[in-house]
């Protein structure tokens, strides 16, 4: 079966300090991946996405980018973080196949910039 | 430009009572539905989801009512119980290489012991 993980779960990072959150998936190939911020009591941001190793697209222009250097592994960075930055921050896969539109969640990363 | 607007934003419901919450799309591309749960300092989880060919969709006490000509679609809850006390986004996709999903604001749901 599928598995999706992400980590930390929790992070509090000075402002101007970098960032690197990580999601990994287990149990598919070729996955279709996204990042999404949700800020406190909020929807659901889109923030990158990815068809495929080092293809990134970006929805929202801001202080945050995505990288995939490996098939099932999605990384969102900073250089220097803002307060604005602050959020729950959600990894999420789904199968490229046709007709598979479900898209799952990782347990997400609470960041806290102070 | 929000396309996907979703109502109410709380909702505070007995047990046993029905929730109800409601959701209108602008984009006619849009051809999957979802709707997903989140709890407290967790990742949203799929629901119950509908594609436009079908007017309702039920799974256990989750119905999605889609109203295709109206560009709306709803969450009914039936007998609602405490632990359905949650989050919950609906959510809209249309065609696509990377089909991304387009979430509306959320409702906080309460279910009232």
């Known amino acids: 079966s599928q598995t999706i993980h992400q980590w930390p779960a929790t992070l509090v990072q000075p402002v101007g300090s970098p960032l690197s959150l990580e999601c990994t998936v287990e149990?598919?190939?070729?996955?279709?991946l996204y990042w999404y911020r949700q800020a406190a009591g909020r929807g659901l941001q889109l923030l990158f996405y990815?068809?495929?190793?080092?293809?990134i697209s970006s929805e929202v222009p801001q202080n945050l980018s995505a990288s995939r250097p490996q098939d099932r592994q999605f990384i969102l960075s900073s250089k220097k973080l803002l307060l604005s930055d602050s959020g729950f921050y959600l990894c999420?896969?789904?199968?490229?196949?046709?007709?598979?539109?479900?898209?799952?969640f990782g347990s997400g990363t609470q960041l806290s910039v102070l | 430009q929000q396309q996907v607007k979703q109502s109410p934003q709380s909702l505070i419901v007995q047990k046993g009572g029905i929730s109800i919450i409601n959701c209108a799309y602008e984009n006619t591309a849009f051809d999957y539905f979802p709707w997903y749960q989140q709890f407290p300092g967790k990742g949203p989880a799929l629901l119950i989801a509908i594609r436009p060919d079908v007017s309702e969709k039920k799974e256990g006490r989750f119905t999605i009512s889609f109203n295709k000509s109206a560009k709306q679609f709803s969450l009914h809850i039936m007998d609602s119980q405490p632990g359905d006390s949650a989050t919950y986004f609906c959510?809209?996709?249309?065609?696509?290489?990377?089909?991304?999903?387009?979430f509306g604001s959320g409702t906080q749901l309460t279910v009232l012991p």
């Open positions: 959510a809209a996709s249309k065609p696509g290489s990377a089909r991304q999903l387009t």
């Open positions: 149990g598919t190939s070729n996955p279709n």
């Open positions: 990815s068809v495929g190793i080092g293809q």
């Open positions: 999420a896969w789904r199968d490229r196949g046709r007709g598979n539109e479900k898209l799952f």
